[in-house]
């Protein structure tokens, strides 16, 4: 899967998870959006594992602060 | 607003079915469910949490699956409080006061003292509100089982209350229920797969089983749906019980033990579907199980009907169970049926059957458990001779037994209220909380009747509620008599004891009865307006000036000269 790939599930996780009308064509900054609170976090981060199977660490979750970092988080657990 | 025409009807029906696989899943998928918007009408909820952890992560998944149960809620979400200190705040309104605490934080706490103190909180939320409560259970072993078992003891105190069983998410889950990462991060402990998990539970279970009607009836199709092959290709011996088909059977059977009817609704021929109930000894479901059997080669929509009729249900109460997609479309388009489920997998269809909104979590009476038996001597009833009323009465030896404000049957008052569409006068649909009020109060009592003749016990078969207003009137509040005592002619002497009973201890001379015209409740407008001495053609209250005192509680029944 390339980073294009990955980039276009992600967005369009956030999409489903911050109800938004359609996956964000930029990169998202979690500070920037204010929906995205430490509630909808954990909700990303559940739909995240569930979309790519993969799990992230307690760490992982703390720092993913935009799908930048998420896409990086999912393209680390897959290479391994 | 107009009536939706009924090709809409069939294309929500339809929609509803293409859900089916994702709503009814053994693990559904976060990604397939928060695109789903219903396309059909739903019942808006106002549900008030009083709770100590986040919900938001069930709450965020419940849409799909309330909506598969034609709901929707919007949440009140209070502040985080380990003291539940807004259970003794004013209701808000709200249909739906919900429970919702981590007991883990109160770990420390002896389990006893802890259920002492949860139940004067929700005494004092019940004392603010009619609403049904819903409390959370504690999941987990050792102390949180020993709080369960109190809080079931505190569900069967407090009237309209229900518990959930949160703690068979965890049992099924195992060490998966929790996921010690989203603690610190999320405020919760519980996993991604158990909020899902928990929110199919709500939306299908927990809340319609507070909310929305009850499923009364199953209409069951037999080839690939009971089995695995085609009677009338394979025969009786050829069709095939598969290990996923007798545990199918089995939940079939389960169900009617709980009170919901069964029906067969086969294009068959009647004597090779006889033969193969007959032969086929392995089948857990036996000929008998069916309250109805509608066999024969017409369109299935008129099988459901006439099954239902046989049952005395509407159709609107039964839910097909059919592998065959056309046929589910056909009566989609025939009847109005209140749910389809497509059969296409015997597992599958037993799961869905354990999830399917309006089947599980009511209170059980006693009168569930009598349903089934009950309509099969309505057959034999049927065939008494009928020349003579009284004749008729005394064949049956049909005995009624009234009971004032009989707290144990709270579950029975509220059920009838609520699943009673022919024979209720006012379509009031009180919960048990009001019930309840109205047994407290001294100016307010509740006459329950129950009937029992030589062919069956039907138990309690009806409820007059009613409280002494000015000038010695009974204002009946309530009033509906099950379907179950229809067509005996029974229920007028019913009635009249129990209002006659009624007038009695409120001293009354007069009475005054409820109306509110409903679809289907014309049994008890035609009853009304023979009392009223007029038509009873629009909602308001009927005096009833032929009723008159009764003292009786138990009485052999006879018609009234």
């Not at chain 1, 790519?52 to 703390?62: H, S, W």
């Not at chain 2, 509803?16 to 899943?25: D, G, K, Y």
């Not at chain 2, 008599?481 to 019913?494: F, I, M, T």
Request: proline residues 6%; negative net charge; glycine residues 8%.
């Amino acid at each position: 899967m390339t980073r294009e790939e990955v980039q276009a599930r992600v967005d369009e996780v956030l999409a489903l998870v911050l109800k938004l009308p359609a996956p964000p064509q930029q990169p998202l900054v979690r500070a920037d959006v204010d929906d995205w609170d430490s509630l909808s976090h954990v909700e990303i981060i559940y739909a995240v594992e569930e979309s790519f199977g993969v799990a992230f660490t307690e760490e992982e979750m703390a720092s993913l602060d935009g799908s930048a970092t998420i896409v990086d988080a999912v393209e680390r657990h897959c290479a391994a | 607003m107009s009536s939706p025409s009924p090709e809409s009807g069939v294309e929500e029906a339809l929609r509803r079915l293409e859900w089916q696989p994702v709503v009814l899943a053994d693990a559904p998928r976060r990604l397939d469910l928060l695109p789903l918007t219903p396309s059909w009408p739903t019942r808006q909820l106002r549900i008030r949490v009083h709770r100590n952890t986040p919900l938001e992560y069930v709450t965020s998944l419940l849409p799909p699956f309330l909506a598969y149960a034609g709901l929707s809620a919007t949440f009140d979400h209070g502040d985080y409080d380990d003291s539940l200190s807004s259970a003794g705040t004013p209701g808000t309104g709200a249909d739906v006061e919900l429970v919702w605490l981590d007991f883990d934080r109160y770990r420390s706490a002896d389990p006893l003292a802890l259920a002492d103190w949860l139940r004067e909180r929700l005494r004092s939320l019940r004392a603010q509100t009619l609403a049904p409560l819903l409390v959370a259970d504690w999941p987990g072993g050792g102390p949180a089982q020993e709080f369960n078992r109190e809080l079931e003891l505190i569900r069967e105190e407090l009237p309209d209350t229900a518990v959930t069983d949160l703690s068979a998410v965890a049992a099924r889950l195992g060490d998966a229920f929790l996921d010690p990462r989203t603690k610190d991060l999320g405020g919760t402990s519980m996993s991604a797969r158990a909020a899902v998990l928990t929110a199919q539970r709500m939306g299908l279970r927990w809340l319609p089983a507070l909310v929305a009607p009850r499923v009364k009836g199953l209409a069951v199709d037999l080839d690939n749906t009971l089995y695995d092959g085609v009677l009338g290709e394979d025969g009786p011996e050829g069709v095939v019980l598969t290990p996923g088909h007798e545990a199918l059977q089995r939940t079939l059977r389960g169900l009617r033990e709980d009170g919901v009817l069964l029906a067969l609704v086969s294009r068959n021929e009647p004597e090779d579907v006889d033969d193969l109930f007959a032969r086929r000894t392995d089948f857990p479901l036996r000929m008998e199980d069916f309250s109805a059997r509608a066999v024969g080669w017409g369109a299935k929509s008129d099988g459901v009907a006439a099954a239902a009729e046989t049952m005395r249900i509407s159709t609107d109460a039964v839910v097909l169970v059919d592998d065959n997609a056309g046929e589910l479309a056909e009566v989609a388009a025939g009847v109005g049926v209140c749910g389809l489920l497509h059969a296409a997998d015997p597992a599958a269809t037993a799961r869905a059957l354990d999830l399917f909104p309006g089947l599980h979590g009511h209170a059980r009476t006693e009168e569930d458990s009598l349903r089934a038996a009950d309509l099969a001597a309505s057959a034999h009833r049927a065939a008494a001779p009928t020349g003579d009323p009284d004749a008729y009465l005394a064949s049956l030896q049909v005995h009624l037994r009234l009971a004032l404000d009989a707290r144990d049957q709270l579950p029975r008052m509220a059920a009838l209220a609520a699943k009673t569409n022919q024979f209720n006068t006012a379509l009031r649909r009180t919960g048990q909380a009001e019930f309840a009020g109205w047994l407290d109060a001294d100016d307010a009592h509740v006459v329950t009747a129950a009937l029992a003749d030589r062919l069956s016990d039907s138990g309690v078969v009806a409820v007059v509620a009613g409280r002494r207003g000015p000038e010695e009137r009974l204002v009946v509040e309530e009033l509906c008599v099950s379907c179950r005592a229809l067509g005996r002619g029974v229920e007028d002497v019913l009635l009249s004891a129990a209002v006659g009973r009624l007038m009695e201890v409120t001293e009354a001379g007069t009475v005054s009865v409820p109306y509110t015209p409903g679809p289907r409740n014309e049994p008890a407008r035609a009853w009304l307006a023979t009392h009223a001495r007029g038509p009873c053609l629009t909602a308001g209250r009927y005096c009833c000036p032929g009723m008159r005192r009764h003292a009786a509680r138990s009485s052999p029944m006879h018609r009234s000269p």
